[in-house]
C-alpha cells in the first residue's frame, strides 16, 4: 500500500504519542521515519518531544541521511535508519526508543549479543514460527560517530539477514518493519522480551544469593 506523506507523517505523529505513552521515548530522545518513496525518507527532526509532535517536526531526507529541507535538522542518527531503508527495499519503517528496559539491560549484558530463546512472543517477529527459534539481538558499544556505528551495524546485518532489531548499549532499541504497524508491534514484543530477560536475571541473582545465605562458611 502506498502512502502520501501527509499520511506518513500521521503515522510517526501517532507513534510519538503512543511511545511516549508507554515510557519508552522519554522528553526529547528516540527518533522515528518511514519510507516515502524509493529515495525519500520522513524522520523526526532534531531535539523535538517525541509525545507533541507535529507535522512540521518532520522532514524528508535523501537515502544518505540528507536533508532535504534546509531549514530543518534531522536526528544524528539519521544514519542508522537510511541504512536500514537501503538494506532492504521492504523495510517501510523504522523506530529507535529509549525504555528503560533496552538501556539497562543493554549495560547489563557483557557479551556482543542477547540471545531469547523459549518465550512464545518471539513469534510476533517475521519469519520466527516458534518459541524454540532463537531471536539474537546484537548489542553495540554507543558512538558519538554515527558513521563508524552504522559500519559495524552493517557487518551484523550481512552476517544476520534475519535481524530483527538491535541495541546501542546504555543508549536504546533500533527496530523496523514492513509497515509502521509492524514496526509498532516489534517494538512492544522487545519491551515485552527485554523486561522478562531483566525480571529472569533478577531472579536468579537473588536465587544465587540465597543459596549462599543457606550455607554459611565457616572460619
Known amino acids: 500500500m502506498t502512502f502520501t506523506r501527509e499520511q506518513l507523517t500521521e503515522q510517526i505523529i ?4 503512543f511511545l511516549y505513552a508507554q515510557g519508552w521515548s522519554p522528553a526529547t530522545s ?4 518511514a519510507r516515502l518513496s524509493s529515495n525519500q525518507v520522513l524522520l523526526t527532526v532534531s531535539g523535538k518531544h517525541k509525545g507533541l509532535l507535529n507535522a512540521e517536526d518532520i522532514l524528508a531526507t535523501d537515502l544518505h541521511a540528507k536533508s532535504l529541507e534546509p531549514h530543518k535538522k534531522p536526528s544524528a542518527e539519521a544514519l ?4 536500514l531503508y537501503n538494506w532492504r527495499a521492504d523495510v517501510q519503517a523504522v523506530l529507535h526508543t529509549h525504555s528503560v528496559n533496552a538501556t539497562v539491560l543493554s549495560r547489563l549484558v557483557a557479551a556482543e549479543y542477547i540471545e531469547f530463546n523459549g518465550y512464545e512472543l518471539q513469534k510476533a517477529f ?3 514460527n516458534s518459541h524454540e ?10 558512538d ?3 558513521p563508524r556505528l552504522a559500519e559495524q551495524v552493517q557487518r551484523w546485518l550481512d ?3 534475519d535481524c530483527q532489531g538491535y541495541l546501542i548499549r546504555g543508549h536504546g532499541l533500533y527496530t523496523w518493519g514492513t509497515s509502521m504497524q509492524e514496526a509498532l508491534r516489534h517494538i512492544e514484543a522487545f519491551e515485552f522480551l527485554l523486561a522478562c530477560e531483566l525480571k529472569v536475571r533478577a531472579c536468579t541473582a ?12 565457616n572460619d
Do not use: C
Not at 542508522?80 to 541504512?83: A, D, I, K, M, S
Open 30 to 33: 528516540s527518533n522515528y521515519s
Open 126 to 128: 517475521q519469519g520466527i
Open 206 to 217: 537473588q536465587h544465587s544469593v540465597h543459596q549462599d545465605n543457606a550455607y554459611p562458611l
Open 14 to 17: 501517532h507513534a510519538g504519542q
Open 133 to 142: 527459534q532463537p531471536l539474537l539481538v546484537p548489542v553495540f558499544e554507543n
Open 144 to 146: 558519538q560517530d554515527i
Open 159 to 161: 552476517m544476520h539477514p
Open 80 to 83: 542508522l535508519h537510511t541504512q
